[in-house]
């Protein structure tokens, strides 16, 4: 946690939830990156966005960081930044990198986007957790909690269509040793893999983002 | 909403501005920025150009800075020295504190048009019997070794044509240098240190029992709800601001009642006299207090769009550009603009970044340091 201490880093990664946020804090921490840069939860993708904008014109920042939903279209989401970048003298790519992309600028910040869950389909980070959960295919309690979230009655309290991921995860934490950890909790007890190509994927972008030297980003 | 007098801001060879740009100027703007980024030198700019490169103008600059120390000239030895001295200090008025003869100008202006440009060159001048000029011409330096009748003048272009061409020795006379209020009223610069009382007298009597005198009673009673009024008055040679509060039998003088209040009848009375001009404020938060500042500005964003008066103030202070955030959120006209200067990342020169009130408040919500 001495990461949210220091104050005056010239990084940032704007995150949308404090789900985000503890996620983030436990694969940073497994990974052992430097703490260069400081993760701050905007509460809301609406906050993310606006809080990029105005920082990108802001005077505190070399590099800045965003980790948002892809949600249930992630063209239109990777829309929504582009022209925000656009807008801002940038020229981001059409279509977002899969290892995470990164746009730099002669005179401001260097941007980095990740659209969870992989910047390939749509989706939130419960999606992206569910890449952490070991063995999945093989694993009797994931497999039991798809087969009951199959079999749930029709009812008025139920959870909506799009966060059927979010409730698988939490059914299956819900079963674990020690039940109901929070996701960030979960990495930490290794419920969860930290070490699964998706997670090894989303380090090397933060690395690329915030630890490299500025020479290699512009390259 | 009337045009701007200003809508951008290209600035070439002036002061630590080598090159400066800024793309979208408000109606009312505020200049922050670190120290020595040329945020009071932009002031300066935006005066010159106000004043279209007046010769007051400049060396009142010059002196405001102790770059020119000079007194009136009494005898034509004085006048020569004066117009030397003039000349020589006027360099520090362009890019790295240069002045080639004939070749260097400074330009300030509008973008795309509208632009004032200034600069020293050499003129071949012919005069008659009676020492009336019958001709003038620049002289290209290939010509200064061979010229006679050669004179240092200084040339002022109005959207690239000639409008004025003065005799450094001629300069006394245009002088009474230092400006009178009657020169100065539409474009106005309040220094940190406020304007005399002399100036501000004067901006009274222009006001007095108007509708502006209303205004500028509202604005000290932001600070004190006890003043029912004020006024000037006089002891020769002197004149000075007095306040009647209503728990006072009598006047107390206003500087009586610290810096705040004299701070913001300057402002306020500066710009009640500022119609279709423009106002120009050295550190704007002198003296005030966050919350009277933040009462100040709405103050200034309704005024200055009654009277066209096109506001440009400068702040180190982070309670300034929050009384001003405040301001702007409740402004309707969607007229402010804050503007920061920095060093290039390159560190190739000073730009700016502007914020319109749509980024400024969104900065406003997220708490992103815009300073």
Not at chain 1, 109 to 126: A, C, K, Q, Y
Not at chain 2, 84 to 110: H, M, V, Y
């Amino acid at each position: 946690m001495a990461r949210i201490a220091r104050t005056n880093l010239s990084q940032i990664l704007l995150v949308e939830g404090k789900n985000d946020y503890h996620v983030l804090l436990s694969l940073c921490k497994h990974y052992d990156l430097p703490e260069t840069f400081k993760i701050i939860d905007k509460e809301g993708v609406e906050n993310v966005l606006e809080t990029l904008e105005a920082e990108i014109a802001g005077s505190s920042n070399e590099r800045i960081g965003v980790i948002v939903d892809a949600d249930t279209d992630l063209k239109a989401r990777w829309t929504e930044i582009s022209s925000i970048l656009a807008r801002c003298g940038y020229l981001p790519p059409e279509a977002p990198d899969k290892n995470g992309t990164i746009i730099p600028h002669d005179r401001k910040p260097t941007i980095g986007v990740w659209l969870m869950p992989d910047n390939r389909l749509p989706g939130e980070l419960e999606d992206f957790i569910a890449f952490l959960v070991p063995d999945k295919h093989s694993d009797s309690l994931w497999r039991h909690a798809t087969q009951s979230l199959s079999l749930l009655p029709a009812s008025p309290t139920r959870f909506p269509d799009q966060d059927r991921s979010k409730a698988h995860i939490h059914t299956w934490l819900a079963w674990q040793r020690e039940p109901g950890k929070p996701l960030g909790q979960a990495i930490t007890a290794r419920y969860l893999d930290a070490n699964a190509p998706d997670a090894q994927c989303l380090m090397q972008w933060l690395k690329t983002l915030f630890v490299q030297a500025p020479e290699t980003l512009s390259t | 909403m009337s045009d701007l007098h200003l809508d951008s801001l290209e600035i070439t060879n002036f002061r630590c501005f080598d090159h400066l740009v800024i793309e979208k100027l408000g109606r009312v703007n505020l200049i922050v920025g670190k120290n020595g980024v040329g945020k009071t030198c932009l002031l300066e700019a935006l005066l010159v150009y106000a004043r279209k490169a007046d010769p007051r103008t400049l060396q009142m600059l010059l002196a405001h800075r102790d770059e020119f120390v000079m007194g009136e000239p009494v005898n034509q030895a004085d006048i020569d020295l004066f117009a030397s001295l003039f000349a020589d200090s006027l360099k520090n008025l362009f890019f790295g504190r240069i002045l080639a003869l004939g070749k260097t100008k400074a330009a300030i202006g509008n973008k795309k048009t509208s632009k004032i440009e200034f600069g020293l060159d050499a003129y071949s001048v012919e005069g008659d019997n009676t020492g009336r000029i019958k001709s003038l011409r620049i002289l290209v330096p290939e010509e200064y070794e061979l010229a006679e009748n050669m004179q240092v003048r200084l040339t002022v272009d109005e959207n690239s044509t000639q409008k004025l061409s003065m005799s450094l020795l001629r300069l006394d006379q245009v002088r009474k240098l230092l400006p009178k209020s009657g020169d100065i009223i539409g474009n106005i610069f309040i220094p940190t240190t406020g304007l005399e009382n002399n100036i501000l007298g004067d901006f009274w009597d222009n006001i007095a029992l108007s509708d502006l005198e209303v205004e500028v009673t509202k604005a000290l009673q932001i600070i004190d709800q006890q003043i029912e009024k004020f006024a000037f008055v006089k002891n020769p040679p002197f004149r000075y601001p007095v306040i009647k509060r209503q728990s006072d039998a009598a006047p107390m003088p206003l500087r009586s009642f610290g810096e705040g209040l004299i701070r913001i009848l300057g402002i306020a009375l500066t710009l009640a006299n500022a119609k279709n001009g423009i106002l120009l404020i050295d550190e704007f938060e002198t003296g005030l207090h966050h919350q009277v500042q933040a009462d100040l500005w709405k103050i200034i964003f309704r005024l200055a769009n009654q009277l066209n008066v096109q506001v440009f103030a400068t702040t180190h202070s982070w309670d300034c550009v929050e009384a001003f955030q405040e301001a702007a959120a409740e402004d309707r006209n969607e007229e402010a603009m804050l503007i920061r200067l920095q060093r290039k990342k390159d560190g190739s020169g000073i730009e700016a970044e502007s914020y319109n009130e749509r980024l400024l408040g969104m900065a406003t919500r997220q708490g992103v340091e815009v300073r």
